[in-house]
């Protein structure tokens, strides 16, 4: 017992011995910190405080969207800005110049509305099934079910995949002689060449996305449902409230903020899609799932001629599409806090 | 024991001196370079002979996948910011970046007569010596004998045209049920040839590009005939976009393919990879309507002009580009030679496959078949312009999303927006 109490003091002294040194520690940036107040005022601490993290963001966010943004007023194919030729809006007036906007063909830049429309498709079909399948998930996770935190880890294990990893995976068990066809062939039907098919390639370049980012959705919907007062259920339950009516009166209102954001990450993610699928079908066949970033990319970057004003241009107006997204987002936020 | 100030002070400047002088003097090159089979292997024999007689240099070989030598190493050039030397395909397109090498190498006679036609192709502007190639390339086809026996049925001879060996390939595939009767690489370089042979002329009177004629459409139709009948299978061209490079080299080893349009880098990879599993067997170049030419092509080791030490790297090219060193890398690697000599005296290939051994003589003795057409092509320094128009937009009709009237239109505006831009 004697003992015990010994190694106690010990521990905590030792502990104490550790505060101090952590204090004093501290303590040298009291003098400078104190000058630094004494120059900004107290309320332009926190600007001091913020000061890494914005440099941080200016370097690496602010600055090149500028640069960014003065290279989509240029022509030519040097890479430095102060080589370039100024072009004005020339490189927006090739991306808009249209016939008809609802005929890609019909623009003299066709493969930049090809993947502006098919963008729109993959989103919209992507985020749906998306948010769906998530929600499906997320509510019987939610449940008293045997195994629930395993099956949370299998809903969660693509997450921590690399999207080129996934491709890969599902790219092999999808090929001519990939699994999926021996499979096919083994119940008796014909091997398909999903990646020859627009169609099938639209439908894997879906399935895989959300095989991939489910799990992570998921999680984000399981917290909201976990953070729902129970005692809501035990009245409703007392009530003879029908299950149907407990999900659309209570649960689908309560989770309401987690489900916006789950839809907004989903609508930006998939705005800016590209990794999986481009190493899943390249973008084909020809041009079926070549997305907008993939266009801007092999602009810039795979074209002999690289041409980095237009793809900076294409890249501005996919940040005005993620800026209205985000605004939409603010704007449904605020009405939900407000209503 | 005492021991005085200065002679401490001496005494640590020397061995300072001692150990720095080394390190100080020590210069290192790196060399950007990609592998089609062993020749980097070849390659590191040979700097490691460099590297004994000159102990003052390194040379890294970094080895990279050859996407990135065609796409970052372009905007790494751009940005001064590439390796001292580099294996380059696209020999024109970068010749802004190289370096001229007159001042550093011995004997510019030497290099003049040795590599004389294919300096300009690196320096299509001016009379710069640049580099040398690692290999000349000449475009044909691999064809599945071992199928053709088992089908019994006569291949095509010399002299036989595309739609000989289309109908003969599909008659072979029927029989032994072979998915792909013909493949063809996804590149524009490879469709070039073919097109020449039909009557492309690919420049106008004046000698501008001028991609889209009757010779091209007339190559372009057979193409989308056969991927529409079954003759080439879409899974190769059709299930990637733009001017993504794909080859069906795979395939061909695998015997899933009769008979596969490629080019003569393939040889010690198939030599490597198949062996003597079946008779794998270079052909001549099918003919068109107007000759039997495949398109020439090739690699170059370039010397780059942002290298902080030109002299060490002058020392190395004139090393590498002497023949006894390139005798010993084409031998081994089963490259045709790009060295005029070695093309006249011959090199002792280091093989006894029977099939790598008439590939070489197949596509070597193809060099004088090659049409004018096909060398201007390969001469012009922006070809690549031409070839991925020709390929992204010919694939995107092959597919169903514009018809071939379409395509020819989009090359058109492609190849003239690209060239504008490049042009500003």
């Not at chain 1, 921590?160 to 083994?186: E, H, T």
Request: aromatic share 12%; with cysteine.
């Amino acid at each position: 017992m004697a003992n015990l109490t010994d190694r106690i003091k010990i521990s905590d002294r030792l502990a104490g011995v550790a505060a101090w040194l952590v204090l004093q520690f501290f303590r040298i940036f009291e003098i400078p910190l104190s000058l630094i107040q004494r120059i900004v005022g107290v309320r332009g601490m926190p600007w001091i405080f913020l000061l890494p993290n914005l440099a941080f963001f200016g370097l690496f966010v602010v600055i090149p969207l500028c640069i960014n943004f003065a290279f989509s007023f240029t022509g030519g194919t040097d890479l430095f800005l102060s080589d370039r030729i100024y072009t004005g809006t020339e490189q927006y007036g090739f991306l808009l110049d249209c016939e008809t906007f609802g005929d890609p063909i019909t623009c003299r830049e066709d493969r930049f509305w090809k993947g502006l429309y098919n963008t729109a498709t993959f989103t919209v079909f992507q985020v749906t099934f998306l948010v769906l399948f998530s929600m499906i998930t997320a509510l019987i996770l939610n449940r008293e079910i045997r195994g629930r935190g395993f099956f949370r880890a299998v809903f969660f294990f693509p997450v921590l995949l690399s999207p080129v990893v996934v491709a890969l995976i599902w790219k092999w068990i999808l090929l001519r002689d990939g699994i999926m066809n021996a499979f096919l062939v083994s119940v008796g039907l014909d091997k398909i060449l999903f990646f020859v098919s627009p169609e099938w390639s639209m439908f894997w370049a879906v399935f895989v996305s959300i095989w991939a980012h489910m799990g992570f959705y998921t999680l984000i919907l399981l917290a909201g449902l976990q953070a729902i007062p129970p005692d809501l259920y035990e009245a409703a339950e007392m009530d003879g409230t029908s299950k149907e009516r407990v999900f659309w009166r209570i649960t689908l209102p309560l989770l309401w903020p987690n489900l916006l954001v789950v839809v907004v990450l989903a609508l930006i993610k998939g705005v800016q899609i590209f990794d999986e699928v481009f190493v899943l079908t390249g973008g084909g066949p020809g041009t079926a799932t070549q997305f907008i970033v993939q266009y801007i990319y092999n602009t810039g970057f795979t074209e002999p001629v690289r041409n980095f004003g237009l793809a900076s241009a294409a890249s501005i107006v996919l940040g005005l599409v993620l800026f209205v997204l985000t605004i939409t987002q603010l704007a449904a936020t605020r009405a939900r806090d407000n209503g | 024991m005492t021991i005085n100030l200065k002679t401490l002070l001496t005494v640590t400047s020397v061995a300072a001196a001692l150990m720095a002088s080394p390190a100080l003097a020590q210069t290192e090159l790196r060399m950007m370079w990609y592998n089609d089979g062993s020749e980097g292997e070849v390659m590191q024999t040979i700097l490691d002979r460099f590297e004994a007689d000159n102990p003052d240099i390194t040379v890294v070989l970094d080895v990279v996948p050859y996407k990135a030598v065609l796409e970052s190493l372009p905007i790494q050039l751009a940005a001064g910011a590439g390796p001292d030397i580099a294996r380059v395909t696209d020999l024109g397109g970068l010749s802004e970046y190289y370096l001229d090498l007159s001042p550093y190498v011995s004997d510019t006679e030497y290099w003049e007569t040795s590599f004389g036609p294919f300096l300009d192709w690196l320096a299509p502007d001016s009379d710069r010596i640049s580099g040398f190639m690692t290999q000349l390339t000449v475009t044909g086809p691999y064809v599945n004998k071992t199928l053709f026996e088992q089908a019994e049925v006569t291949m095509p001879g010399e002299g036989a045209t595309w739609d000989d060996w289309a109908t003969a390939v599909v008659v072979v595939a029927d029989k032994l049920d072979i998915p792909i009767p013909m493949a063809w690489d996804r590149s524009g370089h490879r469709v070039a040839g073919p097109a020449i042979a039909m009557g492309a002329k690919m420049f106008d009177t004046e000698g501008n590009p001028a991609l889209v004629d009757d010779g091209l459409k007339k190559m372009a139709q057979r193409l989308y005939d056969w991927h529409q009948d079954g003759t080439m299978s879409k899974e190769l061209w059709g299930s990637v976009s733009g001017s993504t490079y794909l080859g069906a080299n795979e395939d061909f080893a695998n015997a899933q393919v009769v008979f596969y349009m490629s080019g003569s880098w393939q040889i010690p990879q198939f030599a490597n990879k198949i062996g003597d599993a079946f008779d794998w067997w270079a052909v001549p170049a099918p003919c068109g309507d107007a000759a039997c030419t495949g398109m020439p092509g090739g690699a170059a080791l370039v010397a780059l002009q942002d290298t902080k030490h030109p002299e060490e790297v002058g020392k190395l090219m004139d090393f590498l580009a002497q023949e006894e060193n390139l005798a010993e890398f084409y031998g081994k690697t089963l490259f045709i030679p790009g060295h005029l000599g070695l093309a006249t005296g011959g090199v002792e290939f280091a093989t006894d496959d029977p099939r790598a051994k008439h590939a070489l003589e197949t596509f070597s003795g193809a060099v004088p078949t090659i049409s004018q057409t096909a060398f201007d092509l390969q001469g012009y320094k922006n070809n690549r312009v031409l070839f991925n128009a020709l390929i992204s937009r010919l694939n995107e009709a092959i597919v169903g999303e514009l018809t071939l009237e379409q395509a020819y239109g989009r090359m058109e505006e492609d190849v003239a927006n690209q060239l504008a831009e490049l042009n500003r």
